[in-house]
């Protein structure tokens, strides 16, 4: 199965900074790679797909990337309404794997 | 409008079985493939089943392999997981989920195993 290691497992930032989550895959993903949003008490919502493409009516200041094996969420001026969990999925593979998920909160 | 509503959440005992649906709208259902998604409380999320858009393959987590069965009736735009052998790890908000990406969610049903 593949692992997607994803880091770190919290942050905490303050409001305006740019802030990066990142997944790395165990093996070759090419760009199947997903990022999903969770509110507190929500279902998850889906972000980036294809590794750096933007959803529909998601905020601008949301992007995704990729280096290598190793992927990447980044919020470029963090806002109080993105407090939320954040996960990756990799669905090249079946059994498509998730990351651990990131909480991130306002400092 | 997309929507995804699933149902059949309930308390069950160790070892015994449970069926949830999946009733979808706002789209057309037979032409995507769909999951069961699940995440334990305070935990991640994790994949547990995919089916193609007419059933021809079903995909399975390993630890839901040979207990849990998706299928889907596309005359009725439902999707269904049937839940055998259920243990207490199996206590989670089960969410189905249309096409490969989870391009769009359902609320969850919260299934839990306790004696």
């Known amino acids: 199965d593949i692992q997607m290691t994803q880091s770190p497992s919290s942050l905490s930032a303050s409001l305006g900074d740019r802030v990066t989550i990142t997944c790395r895959a165990s093996q070759d993903i090419g760009n199947y790679l997903t990022w999903f949003q969770q509110k507190p008490g929500k279902s998850p919502r889906r972000m980036i797909y294809g590794a750096t493409n933007l959803e529909d ?14 992927y990447s969420l980044t919020i470029s001026s963090l806002e109080s309404e993105d407090v939320a969990d954040y996960h990756c999925l990799q669905s090249i593979q079946y059994p498509f794997t998730f990351g651990s998920g990131t909480k991130l909160e306002i400092k | 409008e997309v929507q995804l509503v699933e149902s059949g959440e309930g308390l069950v005992q160790p070892g015994s079985s449970m069926k949830l ?14 999951n069961w998604i699940r995440q334990a409380p305070k935990k991640g999320l994790e994949w547990i ?17 040979g207990r849990f069965t998706i299928s889907r009736d596309n005359s009725k735009n439902t999707l269904y997981l049937e839940m055998n052998s259920l243990r207490s790890e199996d206590t989670a908000m089960y969410y189905c989920a249309k096409g490969t990406e989870g391009i769009h969610w359902g609320q969850g049903v919260m299934v ?3 004696s």
């Open chain 1, 57 to 70: 009516g998601v905020p601008s200041r949301f992007s995704g990337s990729r280096s290598g094996s190793d």
């Open chain 2, 21 to 34: 649906s999946c009733v979808a709208s706002g789209f057309t259902f037979s032409n995507y493939g769909m």
């Open chain 2, 49 to 65: 089943a995919l089916i193609y858009y007419d059933s021809s393959s079903k995909y399975y987590a390993d630890s839901v392999k």
């Open chain 2, 112 to 114: 839990t195993v306790s």
